[in-house]
């Protein structure tokens, strides 16, 4: 009768599950099979602690993702600034990112920075500035960006050629105030959705940035109501 070595399977039986554990899959989907949350289905407040994070050149960071809803809301962040311009070191952005390119539209969130609550660094050293937004913010008046008018998607994006580092006490928080509604068929971005222009192709912003500060606005005026 054959003999078996009992640690030889036991290694190839741990092997093939250590394998498998590794295996996944690419999927190529629409959002048509989800019908969106209804009332209080979906978390009110997002919070993301991010010391100790480090965010690479094209590096993107979700706060938060309510696909396939599109909601109103207030983000809140406290992140590294330049300490000359107080523009942000990563940019805030908003808008839907779909697992189709064609129905991406993503761009700067609008910012107001918050100065009283900011810290602007000294001989160099860079600061950390406080930004509020309004999520979205293409019905406000005296706004300098007022980004995507439907917005799923929430999350921070460094655009330019350095590595950003997050020190203690930096954070991101969104606040859901509504869902408005879905970003489903008819409702989606694209060429192949009902929105006008400039929504009707693809956006997001560019990455690899010599400047990347240069093109962020920011608004010093309140916006009341929202």
């Not at 950390?128 to 309004?134: I, R």
């Not at 921070?156 to 408005?180: D, E, P, Y």
């Amino acid at each position: 009768m054959k003999t078996f070595d009992t640690k030889l399977i036991i290694a190839v039986v741990a092997t093939a599950v250590a394998l498998g554990s590794f295996t996944y899959h690419y999927a190529t989907a629409s959002h048509g099979f989800e019908t969106g949350a209804i009332g209080g289905g979906l978390p009110t407040v997002a919070n993301v602690m991010l010391a100790g994070q480090v965010m690479r050149p094209g590096d993107y960071l979700a706060i938060a993702d309510f696909s396939p809803n599109y909601v109103s809301g207030h983000l809140l962040v406290r992140i590294p600034c330049d300490p000359t311009t107080k523009k942000p070191l990563v940019t805030p952005v908003a808008g839907h990112i779909d697992e189709l390119l064609d129905r991406t539209w993503v761009a700067q969130a609008q910012l107001n920075l918050i100065p009283h609550a900011s810290s602007g660094g000294i001989r160099g050293v860079t600061g950390t500035c406080v930004y509020h937004s309004h999520i979205p913010a293409i019905d406000l008046a005296g706004v300098g960006n007022p980004g995507a008018p439907r917005v799923t998607d929430i999350g921070l994006l460094n655009q330019g050629q350095t590595n950003v580092v997050f020190r203690t006490g930096n954070t991101a928080s969104f606040t859901l105030l509504r869902v408005i509604g879905d970003i489903n068929p008819p409702n989606q971005y694209g060429p192949t959705g009902s929105m006008p222009a400039p929504y009707n192709a693809v956006n997001f912003p560019e990455v690899n940035l010599s400047n990347p500060q240069a093109s962020v606005t920011t608004d010093t005026a309140s916006h009341s109501g929202h």
